[in-house]
């Protein structure tokens, strides 16, 4: 009888792929093993086996595979089983899953692929737009092939980019096909096997007597085996016997010495410090803790509210030390690993070589590092902190999921597909485990809060501060009236700068959140009126002063700034609108002996960017930090007794019906890090509507006076957590084939069900890269099922598909959207 197996390829195909393999092959072969395969005319794929079976395919003849690639599965069961309600659930294919979910070096493939080099610091500036475009799709997708580099940029001949590109390092070339990932190898020495027996020894070293450099290095050897009792490395040896590689080369050569490898592990720390027991707990943390217990006991997901430095992550320690002893393994989700340096040096003092990091700014090999140890079940990967990517690790034996910050937005994956919520995915992953979950925030989401209240998920709180230190002190100051009796100072009210005078005066430091980058948003002339426009995107280009540019946030196109109107001639051209970089450049004049940091995406650029900035800010190296969003994500500093908002309004405006409920998350998480150790903190939030319901309930604390008015107009107007909703965009370079497409579509789900649809609209931005955009909003009401909604969209697609006007029309589902 004839062998087949089913796989899945790393491509968006609704169905699996059928192989025939040889009885052999299928005696070696294990579900979740990989191997490759032949694709098409000419490509060959990494395919991940999830079946195997008796029956051919109907309609194409079975090829052979290629090869087996591994010899054990590297991918696990429970993960086939939680891609698979990804890919339902999120209305994408297996293949985007498992591509996205398993790191690129373990996806060997065929023709030249051209891989960003993510060590490289690239000054974006100095990219042309095709170079640009490329380098930032390979931000995204790891790999791509020339095909793929091809349509990105619309044209045949990309060989100047790529030239380009190589030339600054920015990516990196592979030709042929094999494994790319190589562990790290270290050389290591030892005496030849002959002079195992003293006789050969003592004729050695007598022999060497006339070599004195070459005896050194033996004797070397000697000593060190002896006090060290472990091997020894070749580049120990040359430091203790202070002699040159060429003379240990030599007598490698003459065999006396042997050199040897042993693969190491790259993820190391720095350790060998004595662990940490966990604190102590406070009155407060101790019955949140009993609190969240007994809810695991029933309610497998909790979730703690507990106000900014309450002691959450004290917490977390604890449940985490109870599940390694359980010899389970604990996964840590953070919204942004890149700024929590903070956390995970705290974290080490308590897990030390028990922690692996899952880093999207790792490169290749230390990602495959990760996934093996998680694997494994490593002692060494027990507790995994990673961001919303660390959630496919192939785990072992997972005893706990902490998600802390859980309210952060960036938890969604916006592109490319999987668009999945992290949160929400590692709450499924966790039952599939029947583990514990906790999320954890100051300022819960309205969907968790929401499930918590009606007994969906279990709930603990901690109201108080530790070292019941007062929650900060907030005042909101009116700038329509301060400008009104020209009391303003640049964007600083008098209030604010009194304030910073005094904090500075006292050896304290200020962070000042204004959440725009940038200088300013608009360069206008105030003759004619005239902004200049990006020519690929409808938005207006960004004033930065320190380029002397005009840039385009969407697709970065820039431009030297001009000294004259674009449209009129005239030179009067103003600024409308500020930025970090304002907010930095006025603090300059008005308190020239600060010294002043900035911390927002054009500052952070390089790896260790962030963790630079916090820690130079940590010791005190910066009095005032000025910064966007980066800045509240769970910041612990000792030292900051001021925070102020520049600018509240622009959040409240926020075209989305999220607006309310983050400016409330956002600003609570800024002002919680002032005062987080005996004084209590103030912070100033300037604002033209100081009579706004949101900012008054930040001042007050109030969150669950914003709960309940937010859930009303959700209720109202139909949104989460009262009703579900996808978005559909449709993405296309032709303005009226686009209208005609999503019209279609938007008609085809109009007469489909009972569900609402909203639109097609076109977005603020409506078209970004020369390419126009659409979105269609459908809001299911909770007694809907959903799969069955899912299945009458796709089955729509399936129609709009075969229709050949609309060919090339892209259509990008997002469920949940947010
Ligand atoms: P949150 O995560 O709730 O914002 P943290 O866990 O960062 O709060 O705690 C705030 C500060 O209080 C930290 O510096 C932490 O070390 C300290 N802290 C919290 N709990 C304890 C405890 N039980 N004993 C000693 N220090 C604690
Ligand atoms: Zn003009
Ligand atoms: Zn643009």
Aim: charged content about 25%; some cysteine.
């Amino acid at each position: 009888m004839e062998i087949f197996i089913n796989v899945i390829l790393p491509i968006p195909l609704e169905k699996h792929f059928t192989y025939r393999i040889s009885e052999n092959e299928a005696s070696q072969l294990k579900l979740g093993m990989r191997v490759a395969v032949p694709f098409g005319k000419t490509k060959l794929y990494t395919a991940l086996v999830v079946e195997l079976h008796n029956r051919p395919p109907l309609v194409y003849e079975a090829k052979a595979i290629h090869d087996i690639l591994d010899e054990e599965p590297i991918v696990t069961s429970i993960q086939l089983k939680h891609w698979q309600w990804i890919a339902d659930y999120y209305m994408c294919t297996l293949g985007e899953v498992f591509r996205s979910a398993i790191p690129s070096a373990l996806l060997l493939e065929s023709e030249t692929l051209i891989l960003p080099n993510k060590d490289a610091i690239i000054d974006e500036d100095q990219l042309k737009d095709d170079d640009f475009l490329v380098y930032e799709a390979l931000k995204y997708q790891n790999i791509l092939h020339v095909n793929d580099i091809m349509e990105i940029v619309e044209k045949k001949n990309i060989l100047p980019i790529l030239n380009r590109l190589i030339k600054i390092n920015a990516i990196v070339l592979k030709e042929e096909i094999h494994e790319q990932y190589k562990p790290k190898m270290v050389r290591y020495v030892r005496l030849g096997q002959r002079y195992n027996s003293e006789v050969e020894l003592e004729v050695l070293l007598n022999s060497l007597t006339r070599a004195p450099k070459q005896s050194q290095v033996v004797l070397s050897l000697f000593h060190l085996q002896a006090t060290k009792k472990k091997p020894i490395k070749l580049n120990e040896l040359e430091i203790e016997s202070k002699s040159s590689r060429a003379v240990i080369r030599a007598l490698i050569n003459k065999e006396v010495l042997e050199e040897y490898f042993i693969q190491t592990d790259r993820v190391v720390f720095s350790g060998g410090k004595e662990l940490e027991p966990p604190k102590e707990l406070n009155e407060y943390q101790v019955k949140a803790l009993n609190t969240i217990r007994q809810s695991f006991n029933k309610n497998k997901v909790t979730l703690l509210k507990g106000v900014t430095s309450s002691g959450k992550t004290e917490v977390y320690v604890q449940l985490i030390e109870e599940c390694l002893s359980e010899g389970k393994q604990a996964l840590y989700l953070v919204p942004e690993i890149a700024i929590t340096t903070q956390l995970i040096s705290r974290l080490q003092e308590y897990f030390g070589s028990a922690i692996s990091v899952f880093h999207s700014k790792y490169n290749m090999q230390e990602k495959v590092e990760v996934w093996k140890n998680v694997l494994n079940n490593k002692s060494k990967a027990q507790l995994i902190i990673g961001a919303r990517s660390a959630l496919f690790l192939p785990f072992a034996n997972l005893g706990l999921i902490i998600i802390d910050e859980e309210h952060e937005t960036s938890f969604k994956q916006y592109d490319p597909a999987p668009r999945y919520h992290a949160r929400d995915a590692a709450i499924v992953l966790g039952g599939l485990f029947n583990c514990n979950v906790l999320l954890g925030s100051a300022t819960p989401s309205i969907e968790s809060y929401n499930n918590a209240q009606t007994t969906k998920y279990g709930y603990a709180q901690i109201d108080r501060r530790f070292g019941n230190v007062l929650m900060p002190d907030i005042e909101l100051v009116d700038i329509k009236e301060q400008h009104r009796k020209k009391r303003m100072k640049g964007h600083f009210s008098e209030r604010l700068l009194e304030e910073i005078t005094e904090t500075l005066d006292q050896g304290e430091q200020v962070i000042l959140f204004q959440n725009r980058r940038g200088y300013a948003p608009i360069l206008e002339c105030t003759t004619c009126g005239h902004s200049p426009q990006c020519p690929n995107c409808d938005v207006s280009l960004t004033y930065h002063m320190q380029r002397k540019q005009l840039r385009c946030h969407y697709c970065g196109h820039h431009i030297a700034i001009p000294n004259n109107c674009l449209a009129c001639g005239s030179n009067t051209l103003d600024t409308k609108g500020f930025g970090t970089e304002q907010v930095e450049q006025e603090l300059n004049t008005i308190f020239p002996s600060a010294k002043v940091g900035r911390m927002d995406l054009d500052s952070t650029r390089g790896k260790h960017a962030h963790a630079k900035i916090i820690h130079a800010f940590e010791n005190q190296e910066m009095d005032i930090l000025v910064g966007t969003q980066m800045l509240t994500k769970g910041l612990d500093f000792r030292n900051v007794n001021l925070v102020g908002i520049m600018n509240a309004d622009a959040l409240l405006n926020f075209p989305d019906f999220r607006a309310h409920e983050r400016t409330y998350q956002l600003l609570t998480q800024v002002a919680g890090r002032a005062g987080r150790t005996k004084k209590r903190g103030k912070v100033i939030i300037q604002t033209y509507n100081p009579y706004h319901q949101i900012l008054k309930q930040v001042t007050t604390g109030d969150y669950e006076g914003m709960f309940r008015e937010q859930l009303y107009e959700r209720e109202q107007y139909k949104y989460p957590p009262i009703n579900r909703i996808i978005r559909i965009s449709f993405k296309h370079k032709e303005y009226n084939k686009l209208n005609e497409a999503s019209a279609w579509f938007a008609k085809a789900l109009h007469n489909a069900s009972e569900i609402k649809v909203l639109g097609p609209e076109f977005p603020p931005v409506a078209r970004i890269r020369n390419q126009y955009l659409k979105h269609v909003l459908i809001k299911i009401p909770k007694g809907v099922p959903l799969q069955k909604t899912k299945k009458n969209i796709k089955r729509i697609q399936n129609s709009f598909d075969a229709v050949s006007q609309f060919k090339g029309v892209r259509i990008i589902y997002n469920v949940d959207y947010m």
